[in-house]
């Protein structure tokens, strides 16, 4: 009679243990046992019990989730149980951050006040400026947006009250609103540009153009076309469940500071050239290699493992990024009016060899999200820089999300992992002066 358990035989002792399994929405969307259940597996009385040894999460649940779906096998992403495919085709931004956040998409009223509320919480306190002009002309934009978007937690002290729900949507009515002026003053800073201020006419991401982009005009117009290119950007970025940044956006919640403190940590973690600082590296990369003739020797450089190939492989997904497909269709769409970004040749002909090649195949390494992103968004004029910081502004909704999911999820407790020691055992200090008298020896 088939059960819903896991038998274990110790066979240092021969004891024979029975945990539960515990599944997913369906048992093809993943089945676990809780580690917890180990620890009554033990060699001798005195000892601690089993743990389970994961470096890197490569095959543990950290939480319970609703929010995002990933199948790295078949290559599908779904927020709230919808394909990503249908919300690029037909959502906005704001309505798949509403989505994300309360788990359904909004009615026509609703998405109202929705919309309504983030534009009105578009301002930042003029100190903030201030506290922009601290920075190096030069500064990194991304290491700009973490301090400002940290500094925020000072500025509205009743965040701290992570308990009241009130008071926890109105940070993330501010943090969403407010993350795409932080981003924008920060480039204006790096060109030297006096700050442009929001404009409520404006759809989010034409706003953020807006501020950005503005110069001597009295109204700024967004080009539709870059306008929708860059909403279904932030719509493929807006969740993708524990990656490293979350993760950290829940580690760093769970020990309840307000989520300004928590979400600056997250974007520091999404800042890495391994995360959201991928793009940027893509890029660079591609500007390496320089031409359409040089990718099979630089191939041959990333598969004698001298260098990684940016914008490649996946810790999830084994096929090709759902989010990737997108990009390479919205890339056609942005070129039509930009003309076309020259390094697109380069990185077409990257992917055309890399999918023929053992090395890809065998490890099963696709573009992802970052392969072509990067590429559009220099065509659409922004600086390399400006990339991850254009991939953090939808991830707010994501992280504050995951945070609240994990805030009111019973299971969850302060993060803190165990560790298998493995350093020196009991030993007495040695005072300084028998040290060296040991040297000499
Ligand atoms: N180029 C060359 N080899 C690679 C690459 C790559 N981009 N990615 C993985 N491999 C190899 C890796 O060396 C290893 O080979 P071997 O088995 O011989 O040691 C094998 O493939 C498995 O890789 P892994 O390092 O165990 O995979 P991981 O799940 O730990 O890492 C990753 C995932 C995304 C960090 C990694 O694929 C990578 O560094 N990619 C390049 C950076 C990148 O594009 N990051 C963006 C990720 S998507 C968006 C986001 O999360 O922000």
Not at 42 to 54: R, T, V
Not at 95 to 121: F, N, S
Not at 347 to 363: G, M, N, S, T, V
Request: net charge negative; aromatic share 10%.
């Amino acid at each position: 009679m088939p059960k819903d358990t896991l038998t274990i035989t110790d066979n240092r002792t021969g004891k024979t243990y029975e945990v539960p399994i515990r599944y997913g929405t369906y048992p093809t969307y993943g089945a676990a046992i809780n580690t917890a259940d180990l620890r009554q597996i033990k060699a001798s009385d005195d000892d601690f019990g089993l743990m389970g040894y994961d470096p890197a999460f490569g095959n543990t649940a950290s939480c319970r989730s609703t929010i995002t779906h990933i199948d790295g096998e078949r290559g599908i992403l779904r927020y709230r149980g919808y394909p990503i495919e249908q919300l690029a085709e037909s959502s906005t931004y704001l309505e798949t951050a509403y989505l994300i956040l309360y788990g359904e998409l909004p009615t026509r009223q609703q998405l109202e006040e929705w919309t309504w509320e983030i534009t009105h919480h578009t301002m930042i306190h003029e100190s903030i400026k201030k506290f922009l002009d601290g920075f190096h002309h030069d500064a990194h934009p991304m290491g700009m947006l973490v301090g400002t978007v940290g500094a925020l937690s000072t500025f509205y002290p009743d965040a701290k009250d992570i308990k009241d729900k009130d008071v926890r949507r109105k940070q993330v009515v501010r943090l969403i609103a407010k993350m795409p002026t932080l981003a924008a003053f920060a480039y204006r800073h790096s060109l030297g540009r006096p700050y442009a201020y929001p404009d409520n006419d404006l759809s989010y991401t034409g706003n953020f153009l807006n501020m950005l982009l503005k110069t001597t005009e009295l109204k700024y117009t967004p080009n539709a076309v870059l306008e929708r290119a860059l909403d279904v950007l932030f719509i493929l970025h807006a969740d993708h469940e524990q990656n490293c940044s979350t993760n950290a956006m829940r580690s760093i919640g769970s020990s309840h500071p307000d989520p300004y403190s928590a979400l600056a940590g997250a974007a520091a973690a999404l800042y890495g050239p391994l995360h959201g600082g991928a793009n940027e590296a893509v890029l660079r990369m591609l500007g390496e290699i320089g031409s359409k003739a040089n990718v099979p020797a630089y191939v041959e450089r990333v598969k004698k493992g001298e260098v990684l190939l940016m914008g490649f492989g996946h810790r999830v997904y084994k096929n090709y990024d759902p989010r990737a497909k997108i990009i390479k269709r919205i890339a056609e769409e942005v070129f039509e009016v930009t003309g076309t970004n020259p390094l697109l040749e380069i990185a077409i002909e990257l992917e055309r060899i890399a999918l023929q090649d053992e090395y890809f195949i065998k490890r099963r390494l696709y573009p992802n999200v970052d392969f072509y992103s990067g590429i559009i968004y220099q065509a659409m004029g922004f600086p390399v820089e400006m990339f991850p910081v254009l991939f953090a502004i939808p991830r707010t909704s994501g992280w504050l999300a995951q945070w609240e999911e994990m805030l009111d999820d019973g299971d969850q407790r302060i993060s803190r992992p165990r560790q298998i020691y493995e350093g020196a055992d009991v030993r007495n200090y040695v005072a300084m002066a028998l040290r060296e008298r040991g040297k000499a020896a």
